[in-house]
């Protein structure tokens, strides 16, 4: 035979509980009755069973439950003996209910009325605060002493009993339902009432209905809870449990106020409750029998969750699979010039701001851009990526924002999602951002300034949270100055700056990165030295992309060696036109910079020395630590002088200056930027 543990606050009221429980359930279990003083002495329980009647009590039991223990919560109602006792007081009489706290009252009250004494107005008093002083009479579950003086007629009904919801339910636990239900269940009928008999005419007491009903809300992804109309909990799923498990490993038996305090049942207004793991959006609808309200349907969604689900529908609407395949372990390569870059993108990527990226053609400004995506917050949701050059003008607006049916000739049936909808809590790339027209680009502007877009023909605005990473091969601060970009929008996007070296800048990373792609094509073949030597010293104008082009040339040799007959025609000399065309994209920003801003060089150099020196301990520097640096190289500026050289550096692209107190940091080609005005210095060239 099964062990059943039953708890109460007092030893009085746990036997009393038992003797409810035992009297028909006794040819199936031991019985032992626990106060909590009692609780408090034990390890863990023992039975195979704990029946608890109050919030409270789980509490303090909850630790003391072991592997081998299941807690069963019990519902407490008015017997038929002590619901006769009230069948003197007169129909319309308005009747103070008193208990001792207010959930106490209103449980009491739903019984006496779910029992079917609907003639009489209860109302809810907790022994203290005013009330009707017309009222004579009052009912009591054994509470008298917190009865008003002034009333004469008194019903103590004495202790609430375990109802027969309770009796079939520890008869299924222990796996004596149908022998139950023969025997005993006759003889309870007859002294106990069914708590919520309407709730029962809804969901049935037959194994079968009961078990379809389970098997649903098994299978349905939000969290549900069936509540009756006294409030309490009358079924949950598994995923309702696992959503509310810091709150309450057990849900069935407790009133919902409860567990969720912050939620009005009778509100059709979703309810946002934060808990420290999750963010979950919980509302409520009626469960009617005809005019009567008999309970509520309770459905709770984690947020997170729920946005994550979106993320999903929206690619499968978009036809397209927008996900970021790359990887900061994907960049290959072991130069200073790429590790620093590698190391700059990691720091943006934890960042939530706008990224510009830039670079000659062929450096891997996409490779970045998801690899910043895949390291970021937004990882699991989409990465959205606008060829700004490819897609013809007149459509980049409907693709960007979408657009509503019969918008313009064309417009499929329906409407369709924009890449900005599409990308919500996720990131959208603007590849080739320099050739988007200037009339779209006071339409983006207004994008990332309200995080609102409008379908092309619609008239509703369509919130959106994503993150902007562009990427150009030209030069945008150029642009701006010729009025061929909009200076707002340049600043907009250029929040983060990340410059791209050319391969010409990260020699020692040619030879494996050709081998790489040679892997890849399932080759292994080798270069003689002179081949590796030849291609170390080409310009590589196509960069990375005319890299991998000369490894499918040489594989398709399908030789074992290769040696420099075997390379493809080259397009460029090897040194002379290198050295020509060595820094080609940076000098001329740095030429400009230096023709424009030569008079105060000095104290760029200063601004830039410190702060190559801090890259290099993998610190970043304060605009006061700055000075203070500045300051113990025996030479004096002021704070505004710093931050005044700090803004025009940023703007140039030659330093980035993070939020708040992130502090300051050189970018690579500020880096270059420091080498010219060195080499300046070396050569005696006063500006």
């Known amino acids: 035979m099964k062990n059943i543990a039953v708890v109460a606050t007092e030893k009085e009221y746990a036997d009393f509980l038992t003797a409810n429980v035992e009297k028909y359930l006794h040819r199936y279990a031991h019985f032992q009755s626990y106060t909590l003083k009692d609780v408090e002495k034990l390890s863990f329980f023992q039975e195979d069973f704990v029946l608890i009647s109050a919030f409270n009590i789980l509490k303090e039991v909850r630790p003391k439950i072991g592997d081998k223990s299941e807690i069963i919560v019990l519902s407490i109602a008015l017997s038929k003996k002590q619901m006769a006792m009230l069948k003197d007081i007169p129909p319309g009489s308005k009747v103070l209910l008193v208990n001792y706290d207010m959930r106490s009252c209103m449980h009491t009250i739903a019984s006496i009325y779910d029992a079917g004494k609907m003639d009489i107005e209860l109302i809810p008093y907790c022994g203290s605060g005013d009330y009707d002083k017309s009222i004579d009479i009052a009912v009591t579950p054994n509470e008298e002493s917190h009865v008003p003086p002034g009333i004469s007629n008194v019903y103590n009904v004495g202790e609430s009993s375990v109802d027969m919801n309770s009796l079939y339910k520890i008869a299924d636990k222990l796996g004596v339902y149908e022998s139950f239900s023969r025997n005993e269940a006759y003889e309870a009928r007859k002294e106990y009432y069914y708590i919520n008999s309407s709730m029962e005419k809804i969901l049935d007491d037959r194994a079968g209905t009961n078990q379809k009903l389970y098997t649903l809300l098994k299978l349905m992804n939000d969290g549900i809870i069936l509540v009756d109309s006294g409030g309490t909990i009358y079924l949950s ?3 309702a449990q696992k959503l509310l498990m810091e709150r309450s490993k ?101 960042s939530d701001s706008a990224v510009m990226i830039t670079g000659a053609s062929g450096t891997g400004k996409e490779l970045f851009s998801q690899s910043i995506h895949n390291a970021s917050m937004r990882k699991k949701y989409n990465f959205v990526a606008v060829n700004c050059a490819a897609i013809p003008e007149h459509l980049l607006e409907s693709e960007m924002f979408g657009y509503e049916e019969g918008s313009f000739t064309g417009a499929k049936k329906g409407g369709k999602m924009g890449l900005f909808e599409i990308a919500h809590m996720g990131t959208i790339f603007f590849d080739e951002i320099a050739e988007m027209p200037l009339q779209l680009q006071s339409k983006l502007l207004r994008v990332l300034e309200e995080k609102k877009v409008m379908r092309v023909g619609g008239n509703k605005n369509i919130d959106i949270d994503v993150r902007v990473i562009s990427a150009t091969n030209k030069n945008l601060f150029e642009m701006v100055e010729k009025g061929e ?47 590796e030597k030849l291609l170390s010293n080409y310009t590589w104008r196509g960069n990375v992309r005319e890299l991998r082009n000369v490894a499918e040339y040489i594989v398709s040799k399908k ?3 290769i040696d420099t007959e075997d390379l493809p025609p080259l397009k460029y000399s090897t040194k002379s036109k290198r050295e020509i065309s060595a820094f080609r994209e940076e000098s001329n920003i740095i030429d400009r910079f230096i023709l424009n801003e030569g008079r105060d060089l000095e104290l760029y150099y200063w601004v830039l020395k410190v702060l190559s020196d801090s890259f290099d301990k993998n610190e970043r520097y304060g605009r006061q630590a700055l000075l203070e640096k500045i300051r113990e190289c ?53 500006i």
Not at 254 to 272: A, C, Q, R, Y
């Open 559 to 561: 030789k074992n060696f």
């Open 485 to 531: 970009f909009r200076e707002d929008l340049y600043y907009r996007l250029n929040v983060l700056p990340l410059r791209l070296p050319s391969l010409r800048d990260r020699k020692e990373d040619i030879i494996p990165l050709l081998y790489t792609f040679v892997t890849k094509m399932n080759s292994n073949l080798r270069l003689s030295d002179a081949a």
């Open 250 to 350: 057990v849900l069935q038996g407790f009133g919902v106020d409860e567990i969720l305090p912050e939620v009005d049942v009778n509100s059709t207004k979703d309810k946002v409750i934060k808990t420290s793991t999750s963010n979950l959006v919980v509302s409520s609808v009626e469960i009617r029998a005809g005019e009567e309200v008999i309970g509520h349907i309770i459905t709770i969604t984690d947020f997170e969750e729920q946005e994550e689900k979106q993320h999903g529908i929206r690619s499968k609407v978009s036809g397209i699979n927008h996900t970021a395949k790359y990887h900061f372990e994907d960049i290959i390569g072991f130069s200073e010039a790429i590790t620093r870059t590698k190391e700059e993108a990691r720091i943006i990527a934890d």
């Open 237 to 239: 799923n598994e995923k």
């Open 634 to 686: 025996d030479v004096n500026y002021t704070e505004g002088e710093v931050r005044k050289a700090l803004l025009k550096l940023s703007t140039y692209g030659f330093a980035r200056s993070a939020k708040g107190r992130g502090g300051s940091s050189i970018t690579h080609e500020g880096i270059n930027l420091l080498k010219t005005v060195e080499n300046l210095y070396d050569r005696g060239i006063v």
